[in-house]
Each structure stands twice: as structure tokens, then as C-alpha cells.
């Protein structure tokens, strides 16, 4: 029962916010992008805090003072489940865009969405779009918009980590920004353990202190990056 009204809920938000989007909309042609992009926050934020709660689970967070305030940061997580994105949006208070997969911008409501809050879709099939993609990226980090990457590509359904795809820590080499790896542990129990369906879970993220990129090549940050991650989610388990 949980999953059925889960789903209702989720789809009928966005139903439900159809005139907060034209009231984005409208203010993107307006020029008044400062007031979009608080709106936009707003509802997302609330949005993804909703969809967490309504799962039952319980989210703890530490070291969110490590993130630094006066500057835009790129995000490096592990990815174990589909709540990982409503997780950072709604419990780290940093606004920030993602870096996804190009398929999740033909989602109804949600590709939208997405693209008013900033976010880049990358298609891996394609070498000249993504990399394309990671230009745009990096000029949005220098641009004061963070981001948020997983590089493993894909959910890893468990406490697993895939290797990390060194390509998309070129955005912090090119744009000059800290790096803030950070370790989700149990988010794949509020859904992927037990197939579809979602149950309550204990989720910790742990946010690690900055990377700073200077003279460091792409797979060397995503070695260290991955070795942080990986060792908090051991922690964890242990």
C-alpha cells in the first residue's frame, strides 16, 4: 500500500504544480532569474523531502559544514539507489544541479523540472555530446551553479561500488572547483533490495571534506574520490 500511494503522490505533485512552472516559466522570460531560480529550489527541495518521508525512512546527515558557502562545488557520490537524487536535493542545503543521463529528460513533468533547475543530460553514446556536456559543466561550476555527479553511471543496488568513470571529474579540472565526495549508505533498501517496492530504511550521508583539483589529473581525483566514498561506506557496514 505504502508503494501504490508513493507513486500516486509522486505524479500527482507535479500535476498539482503545473502553474508553479508557467510561473517559472514566466519569469525566466521576464529576465528575473534570481527569483526563478529561488522558486525552482523551493520546490524541489519540497518535493524531494516529501517523497523521502512519505517512504518512512529515517536520513541522518554529518559533515555538512564541510561543504565550502562562498563558492559553487562538485558534488561526487556513490550511487545505490533511485532515492539518492531526492536525498542530496532535499537534505543537503547547498542548491545544486545534476548530471544525468539524457533518457530522463523525455520523462514527463520530471525532464522539465530538471532543466529549470540547471541540469545537464549526457548521452554516453555519444563522445562529441558528452563531451559537449562537460564544457557546459564546467562553465556552469565557474558560473557559481553546483553539481552533482555519480560516477559510477549507474546504481549499484547495494553497498557495492562500481569503479569511478574518471571523464566526468574533468568538470572540476576544468573549472577549477573543490570537489565534496560524499558516501551514501542504505538508500538501496528503501527500494532496490526488495525489487519495486519501497520500504522504511536508515540512511546516512556523510559529507566529506573538499578535494581541490590544482594540478591533479581527472583519474587521480577519481581514484582518491572513490577511495573516500568507498571507505565511508565501509564504516558504515562494519
Request: contains cysteine.
Amino acid at each position: 500500500m505504502r508503494t501504490i500511494i508513493w507513486f500516486i503522490y509522486f505524479w500527482a505533485v507535479f500535476i498539482k504544480w503545473i502553474p508553479a512552472l508557467y510561473r517559472v516559466k514566466h519569469l525566466q522570460r521576464s529576465g528575473r532569474i534570481q527569483e526563478r531560480d529561488e522558486l525552482v529550489v523551493v520546490k524541489v527541495k519540497e518535493w524531494s523531502r516529501s517523497l523521502v518521508k512519505l517512504s518512512g525512512s529515517k536520513i541522518t546527515v554529518s559533515g555538512e559544514e564541510n561543504i565550502p558557502k562562498d563558492t559553487a562545488v562538485l558534488f561526487v557520490s556513490n550511487h545505490q539507489g533511485n532515492f539518492d537524487i531526492p536525498l542530496l536535493l532535499g537534505y543537503l542545503q547547498k542548491p545544486k544541479a545534476f548530471i544525468s543521463k539524457i533518457e530522463v529528460k523525455k520523462v514527463p513533468f520530471i525532464g522539465t523540472w530538471m532543466e529549470q533547475l540547471n541540469c545537464l543530460f549526457m548521452d554516453r553514446k555519444n563522445v562529441r555530446q558528452s563531451v559537449k556536456a562537460i564544457s557546459e559543466g564546467a562553465q556552469f561550476l565557474r558560473n557559481g551553479t553546483s553539481l552533482v555527479i555519480f560516477p559510477e553511471g549507474t546504481r549499484s543496488k547495494g553497498d557495492e561500488m562500481a569503479e569511478f568513470k574518471a571523464g566526468s571529474f574533468k568538470l572540476a579540472t576544468k573549472s577549477g572547483v573543490p570537489i565534496i565526495p560524499v558516501t551514501i549508505n542504505g538508500s538501496y533498501k528503501m527500494m532496490e533490495q526488495q525489487g519495486f517496492w519501497i520500504k522504511p530504511a536508515n540512511v546516512h550521508i556523510e559529507v566529506h571534506p573538499p578535494i581541490y583539483p590544482q594540478k591533479q589529473e581527472a583519474k587521480d581525483l577519481a581514484k582518491l574520490s572513490q577511495l573516500i566514498i568507498k571507505e565511508g561506506v565501509k564504516k558504515a557496514v562494519s
